[in-house]
C-alpha cells in the first residue's frame, strides 16, 4: 500500500468512528456514559452530550358539559277567590186568592203576587278563572358531564444537548499521521 491509500483509508475509518461516536444516545443526569471520539491531528473532535428529558405530571381541568333540552308541560288553569257583588232578585209568591160574595160564596179566585223578600245585593266570595289551562314548551339546562381534571404526562427538556471538548483520557497512534483516538467516561 502507497502512503496516499493509507491517508485514504485512514481517513475514511476516522469518518467512520466519529459518526458512531457522536450517534445520539438516551442518557440522563444520574447515568455514566462513554464517550467515544476520533480527530485528525489538531481537529480533535468534540462529543455530543444528549439532551436530558424528565417526565412531569400537568393537571389539566375539564369543565362541565351542558345540554339544552325542550319539553312540553302542561300548566294547570289558575283560580283566584274574589270578593264579588251578587243581585239577588226578590223572592216573589203567586197565590190564588179566593173571591167570596156577601153571601160567604165563592164568586172567583183573584192571582196575587205577594213580595216575601225584596231585591238585594250580596257580597259573595267566588272562585273566579284568572288564567285557563295551556301546554308550554320549557327549555332546561341539563348537567351532561360534571367538571373533571386528568392527570397528563409530558417529557420536559431539562438539559439540551450540546458538544463538548474532548475527554482528558487520550490514546493516540501514530502521530506523525495525526491520527488520534479518544476514550473518556462522563458522569
Known amino acids: ?79 283566584e277567590e274574589r270578593r264579588v257583588a251578587v243581585d239577588i232578585p226578590a223572592d216573589v209568591i203567586d197565590r190564588h186568592v179566593p173571591r167570596y160574595d156577601r153571601w160567604g160564596n165563592i164568586i172567583g179566585v183573584e192571582h196575587v203576587r205577594e213580595v216575601v223578600r225584596p231585591a238585594r245585593t250580596e257580597w259573595r266570595v267566588e272562585r273566579v278563572l284568572v288564567r285557563e289551562g295551556r301546554w308550554e314548551t320549557v327549555t332546561e339546562r341539563v348537567l351532561v358531564r360534571p ?31 495525526n491520527f488520534a483516538f479518544h476514550v473518556g467516561f462522563r458522569r
Open 147 to 177: 367538571e373533571s381534571t386528568r392527570i397528563v404526562y409530558e417529557q420536559v427538556l431539562v438539559r439540551p444537548g450540546h458538544w463538548t471538548s474532548p475527554p482528558r483520557h487520550v490514546i493516540s497512534k501514530d502521530r506523525d499521521r
Open 1 to 79: 500500500m502507497n502512503a496516499n491509500a493509507r491517508a485514504g483509508k485512514g481517513l475514511a475509518l476516522s469518518t467512520v468512528f466519529f459518526a458512531l461516536g457522536t450517534a445520539a444516545s438516551p442518557a440522563t443526569a444520574d447515568h455514566a456514559q462513554l464517550a467515544i471520539g476520533f480527530g485528525l491531528g489538531a481537529q480533535r473532535a468534540g462529543l455530543w452530550v444528549p439532551p436530558v428529558y424528565e417526565t412531569r405530571a400537568r393537571t389539566v381541568a375539564e369543565p362541565a358539559v351542558f345540554e339544552n333540552r325542550t319539553r312540553r308541560v302542561w300548566r294547570e288553569p289558575q283560580y
